[in-house]
């Protein structure tokens, strides 16, 4: 580790196999946004050490990405230096960029463009030599499972299979430095693993080192090292282990047979004593202030419960920290303005032998299964399996080819309008108007869904109340951060007080403060009888679900709780297994259908 306080002292001669490969010195970086200034980076000193992968960790909005962007020569800082390989940025940014490599969070490829032809267009703009080029590709497609795809075009490329592309493509010039933007986001179990295989084998064959940002925090305990960053400041630069230490003794597993997982969790969050609990299998994982264990004399049932200390992990360092100064969260229970009708006993949502076919292509292939009312029910799959193609069909968005479906009751090859009505729609990406203002945008989708004269106030105020976004009511929706677009997104999809909540893929790239906000705010509405269709990358956020499917291939290959998908294919582990290790135990042993 080297401490910020001695950046200033380094030597920085480049040629030094021990050099710093980057340096920052009390660099204040800040932007000018709807006529405020916003200080993005304040007094930021670190210093990090080569041949190794170190990770950026910080929620949204504490600077990553500017952080990123200054060294990569893309950003000029308002004051102080920054050196990368020797090098001062500011003076000679072309140099820096001459020995970096950069994948941001958007990775341009041209996905009119076939793998083979993007890789010849970054070795065009890296002046790569044409006789060095046809080995290198070889390397690296051969490094990321791509060398079968090479004449395919990048657009028809899986989520997961375009990251890896953009890496190989970042990498036809050799850098010495690596800097990663939350390379992983959108990206399944599967595909992560191999992105990290990636890295690792470039640190050790290459002998690169790497800066990587990550908004998945189990990624974090991958890093040699870890600088946290928070609010523009560099909290601490550290081993994540040495990170996670700090909260030994303070880390449990609570177990109470006769409650549900949720209600667990809800009841310890309301303990004063606990700084986080969280769904993790039958159990909830919990944070407590001190070396305490929670109580359990205020659980309203609880009978056979039991409290067993667990080994420490980065998260729970990184919620202890920065959950107390998250200005008096308040309890993120949603309660509908205008309640939907909620139905009985029957399935809310009954799929039945779907098939969604693009010419010859089966995207989705007889999938079945229904979902009860109140229900929170997971769609989980690698990329490409199908699962955002049934989720279109499902809300009346995509065409079925064949097969039924039916959603609160209504016929969806017969009645998609009045099923749409029912519904509450979140997309996988932003997909609000930008350039509205976020009263504006409540105010329009409102509208369209029918709301008007009072009732219409009355759900605009609710939404700016409910989800605390008063403060940003004239803000345009594309400069809000991150979590509060998610939240916007949500506003907008409950204003009509649907029966049915869809949600794709909901919390990708958003740090875990806002992701634990966010489901405290979904288990309300399944208390409430909203029924929830979530598909997601993060595993740990299956373990919310009540049930659920995972797909490949366009099929569902199994389905169940998340305890029972942990049992049947969590594999022999000398640890509880994850639902991570279940997923990638369920598609290793699936057999493809073919590319």
């Not at 990321?144 to 375009?162: D, I």
């Not at 040699?224 to 597993?253: M, Y």
């Not at 009978?303 to 920065?322: H, K, M, N, Q, Y």
């Not at 006993?345 to 799929?351: H, K, L, Q, S």
Request: net charge neutral; charged share 20%; hydrophobic share 40%.
């Amino acid at each position: 580790m080297v401490h910020p306080s001695a950046t200033a002292n380094l030597s920085l001669a480049s040629a030094s196999p021990t050099a710093p490969v980057l340096v920052l010195d009390r660099v204040d970086k800040g932007f000018v946004v709807e006529k405020k200034r916003i200080a993005a980076l304040n007094e930021v000193s670190c210093a990090i050490r080569p041949g190794r992968v170190t990770g950026l960790i910080g929620p949204d909005g504490a600077g990553k990405t500017t952080l990123m962007r200054l060294c990569a020569g893309l950003l000029l800082p308002d004051r102080g230096t920054v050196r990368v390989l020797g090098v001062d940025v500011v003076l000679e940014p072309l140099a820096v960029q001459a020995q970096i490599g950069y994948m941001p969070q958007r990775f341009g490829l041209y996905e009119d463009l076939s793998v083979r032809e993007n890789l010849d267009l970054y070795a065009d703009l890296q002046g790569v030599p044409a006789k060095e080029r046809s080995g290198r590709y070889q390397q690296l497609l051969a490094m990321a499972g791509l060398e079968e795809f090479q004449g395919r075009l990048a657009g028809r490329l899986s989520g997961g299979m375009k990251q890896k592309l953009g890496l190989v493509c970042t990498l036809v010039r050799p850098p010495r430095l690596l800097l990663l933007d939350e390379p992983t986001v959108g990206v399944d179990p599967v595909s992560r693993r191999e992105l990290w295989q990636i890295v690792y084998h470039l640190v050790e064959s290459e002998s690169m080192s790497v800066l990587l940002s990550t908004a998945y925090l189990d990624e974090a305990e991958r890093c040699a090292e870890v600088a946290l960053i928070h609010c523009g400041r560099i909290l601490g630069h550290d081993k994540p282990t040495n990170f996670s230490q700090q909260v030994a003794g303070r880390t449990w597993l609570i177990r109470a047979p006769a409650l549900a997982k949720r209600t667990l969790q809800r009841q310890l969050s309301r303990n004063p004593a606990v700084l986080d609990a969280l769904v993790l299998g039958a159990s909830v994982r919990a944070v407590s202030r001190d070396c305490t264990p929670p109580t359990l004399a205020d659980l309203s049932n609880p009978s056979g419960a039991e409290v067993i200390l667990a080994p420490p992990r980065f998260e729970d360092f990184f919620v202890a920290t920065l959950k107390d100064e998250a200005a008096d969260r308040k309890n993120n229970r949603i309660a509908l303005a205008v309640p939907g009708s909620r139905r009985g006993g029957d399935e809310v949502i009954i799929a039945d032998n779907l098939v969604r076919r693009f010419g010859s292509f089966y995207a989705v292939d007889r999938v079945s299964f229904r979902v009860r009312p109140g229900e929170i029910f997971g769609l989980l799959g690698a990329n490409g399996a199908g699962k955002t193609t049934t989720f279109r069909m499902l809300c009346g968005l995509l065409p079925i080819t064949s097969g039924a479906c039916t959603v609160a009751g209504l016929n969806l090859r017969t009645a998609a309008a009045a099923a749409r009505a029912r519904i509450g729609y979140m997309a996988q990406k932003f997909s609000l108007y930008g350039n509205l203002t976020v009263q504006q945008n409540l105010r329009f989708f409102s509208s369209a869904y029918g709301l008007h004269g009072g009732r219409r106030r009355r759900q605009i105020d609710w939404a700016l109340a409910t989800f605390d976004l008063a403060p940003y009511a004239a803000t345009e929706s594309q400069n809000l951060p991150l979590g509060f677009k998610q939240r916007l997104a949500l506003a907008v999809a409950l204003m009509h007080g649907p029966e049915v909540l869809f949600l794709d893929e909901p919390t990708s790239g958003v740090d875990p403060l806002a992701r634990r906000d966010f489901w405290a705010q979904i288990n309300s509405l399944a208390d409430q009888g909203v029924t929830v269709l979530v598909t997601t990358h993060f595993m740990e956020e299956a373990e919310y679900c009540d049930r659920l499917v995972i797909m490949a291939d366009g099929r569902v290959l199994a389905e169940g709780t998340p305890e029972e998908m942990k049992e049947r294919h969590g594999g022999d582990l000398d640890r509880e297994a994850t639902m991570e290790d279940a997923f990638i135990g369920l598609l290793r042993h699936h057999q493809p259908m073919g590319t």
